[in-house]
């Protein structure tokens, strides 16, 4: 099956500067890698997705890369603000369902 | 994208007592799914819930213990069974229109079991 990790487990930053977070899977055929993002008490929403045929998409501050030769993908926030603190988990496919990394807590500092 | 809602959003129950908890989707959905998650843990995965079929349980998951119907394309229901303190956690449906795309999330159900 599927396993994902993801690393840092938390990630402190001072507002604007970029924050960067990596994810590795195990499934060469996975094909579909979103990125949620959880307030605290809140749901995860899904703020940004990429499927294999791509390296890299945008939009506004963030972004997502993903290197299918080495399976990992990473999540780039650039100029953070207070509210992108939260934590955020990648998750990749298993058969038709989403295996989840371990999160990671992304504190803005200002 | 999907509007998921759920019912309750809390309850605090009784140790032996079942709590079934609805999710409902404002729109049809191909697959719909039941996780739970542990304060600052990540998402596990209980079930798949089929449409017309029994659910598809992962591992350390069985049936008896969280039953989970699905009558429709917008509605399903995940029952707790038995519960015990170690069931506290926040239950999360999930749900998305297409096999493999965008996945969208209910704004989960806190249990707290005493």
């Known amino acids: 099956g599927e396993n994902v990790e993801q690393h840092p487990s938390t990630l402190s930053v001072q507002e604007g500067d970029s924050a960067v977070i990596k994810c590795t899977y195990s499934?060469?055929?996975?094909?579909?890698f979103p990125w949620y993002k959880q307030e605290l008490g809140k749901r995860p929403q899904l703020i940004i997705d990429?499927?294999?045929?791509?390296g890299e998409k945008k939009d506004q501050r963030i972004a997502v890369t993903l290197n299918k030769t080495a399976k990992h993908f990473s999540l780039h926030i650039t100029e953070t603000q207070p509210e992108d603190s939260a934590v955020y988990f990648c998750?990749?496919?298993?058969?038709?369902?989403?295996?989840f990394g371990t999160g990671t807590q992304l504190k803005v500092e200002l | 994208s999907a509007v998921i809602s759920q019912k309750p959003s809390r309850d605090i129950c009784q140790r032996g007592t079942s709590l079934t908890i609805q999710c409902q989707v404002d729109?049809?959905?191909?697959?719909m799914f039941w996780y739970r998650q542990q304060p600052g843990q990540s998402l596990t995965l209980i079930a798949t819930?089929?449409?017309?079929?029994?659910?598809?349980?992962e591992s350390g998951f069985v049936i008896d213990k969280f039953p989970i119907s699905r009558p429709n394309l917008t509605f399903s229901t995940l029952t707790v069974s038995n519960m015990s303190p170690e069931d506290s956690s926040i239950y999360l449906c999930?749900?998305?229109?297409?096999?493999?795309?965008?996945?969208?999330f209910g704004p989960g159900t806190r249990l707290t079991v005493t």
């Open positions: 999930s749900a998305r229109k297409e096999a493999l795309g965008e996945q969208y």
């Open positions: 499934d060469s055929a996975s094909n579909y």
């Open positions: 990429i499927r294999s045929n791509v």
């Open positions: 998750a990749a496919p298993r058969a038709n369902k989403l295996t």
């Open positions: 729109s049809q959905v191909t697959m």
């Open positions: 819930a089929n449409q017309g079929s029994e659910a598809t349980y």
